[in-house]
């Protein structure tokens, strides 16, 4: 964190005083001291004095907000599900810690496109210092309300293809921020070690969402590499996700669902209709195993959450968000629903609850 300032009274007080007696060593000097050597020594400590306090508390730069006062961030989630509220929960956790005085604007627009261009509007109006959105279309959406406030991305899986910037060490513009990239060679690993016999796999996404889409594909690819025949189904929003999972469940061994908003926030539904027919389902994040998902190696999102209030606080401390690199979180966490195994008369093997980071059963979560 930035250290606080002191008054300018305090830095004049110093350098003044430490001027003053320059000037008197240096007249001593002239005058034909004999002390040559130790006036010589305590000039350049006076010197180094003069340069401690003139750096270490010079006025900070004008665009370089002040820790100590208030400063206001605005927070937009894109829509609410267990996924994106454990980001949302990491970012507040920073800041609580860190235990600066920031002033936080949390908007959620529940999926709405329009309440997404309203409520960037709404932290432009209000001159926010810093803004935070929770998935892509959030952050669009702020891209498109300010080229000047910084924003900070929190869970966008691919901030290139999104538009966001052209670089990810050099972003170069006023956003930078945490990616939530699916480990999904992982996922398409785990689902083959949990059923071995498995033949057809589903993959079911939004067409709609770019990020979405996009590792669908990079999954499908993996799969088929493996030998694993797959089907593909899409849907244009969660009102579609009932039929459309009716369908691919007659056809298939075992669901993958990546980081997709759609999905995740009709997820039940998902469960539901899965459960009547007997099909597993495997995510890409914990929370949705927890949520009737049977197994995934995934990214913590809240993790993602942390790092990404930890960015933000480097911005508000003077960082300049245009040469901040993007980050990557590395570490995973391999999670099993056993309650749902039960439900679908799956065993799981020992060597996958050995490894496994988080355990379900019983309705309680074990780690």
Not at 16 to 42: D, E
Not at 164 to 177: H, T, V
Not at 274 to 289: G, H, K, R, T
Request: charged share 20%; aromatic share 6%; proline share 4%.
């Amino acid at each position: 964190m930035q250290k606080p300032h002191r008054s300018d009274k305090s830095v004049r007080f110093f350098t003044t005083v430490a001027g003053y007696g320059c000037f008197f060593i240096l007249k001593r000097v002239f005058l034909g001291g004999k002390r040559l050597k130790k006036l010589l020594a305590t000039i350049a400590v006076l010197i180094a004095i003069v340069c401690y306090y003139t750096l270490a508390y010079q006025d900070p730069d004008q665009d370089q907000v002040d820790l100590d006062q208030d400063v206001s961030v605005g927070i937009l989630q894109l829509v609410s599900h267990p996924s994106l509220d454990e980001i949302q929960e990491g970012i507040q956790d920073s800041f609580e810690e860190d235990g600066s005085q920031l002033e936080i604007d949390l908007q959620n627009a529940q999926g709405d496109q329009n309440n997404l261009n309203t409520m960037s509007q709404r932290f432009v109006y209000q001159e926010a210092d810093l803004m935070i959105g929770i998935a892509t279309p959030a952050v669009q959406a702020l891209a498109n309300a300010s080229s000047d406030i910084p924003i900070i991305m929190a869970g966008v899986t691919d901030p290139i293809e999104a538009g966001l910037m052209a670089d990810l060490n050099q972003p170069g513009g006023n956003i930078s921020g945490v990616r939530d990239l699916t480990p999904y060679q992982d996922q398409i690993d785990l689902i083959q070690a949990i059923l071995p016999d498995l033949s057809s796999l589903g993959i079911i996404y939004s067409s709609g969402e770019v990020n979405s889409a996009k590792q669908s594909q990079a999954a499908k690819a993996y799969a088929q590499s493996l030998g694993m025949e797959v089907k593909e189904a899409t849907i244009s929003s969660p009102n579609d996700l009932i039929q459309v999972a009716a369908q691919l469940c007659q056809e298939v061994d075992a669901i993958w669902v990546g980081t997709d908003n759609n999905i995740a926030s009709a997820f039940p539904s998902l469960v539901q209709v899965a459960n009547d027919n007997q099909v597993p389902i495997f995510p890409a994040v914990y929370e949705m195993v927890a949520s009737g998902g049977l197994a995934t190696q995934g990214l913590s999102q809240y993790q993602i959450g942390r790092l990404s209030g930890q960015m933000a606080l480097e911005v508000l401390a003077g960082a300049d968000i245009a040469h901040l690199p993007v980050q990557d979180p590395t570490e995973t966490e391999l999670a099993v629903n056993l309650d749902q195994a039960d439900r679908l008369g799956l065993t799981i093997s020992s060597d996958i609850l050995e490894e496994a980071d988080i355990l379900i059963e019983g309705g309680q979560e074990w780690t």
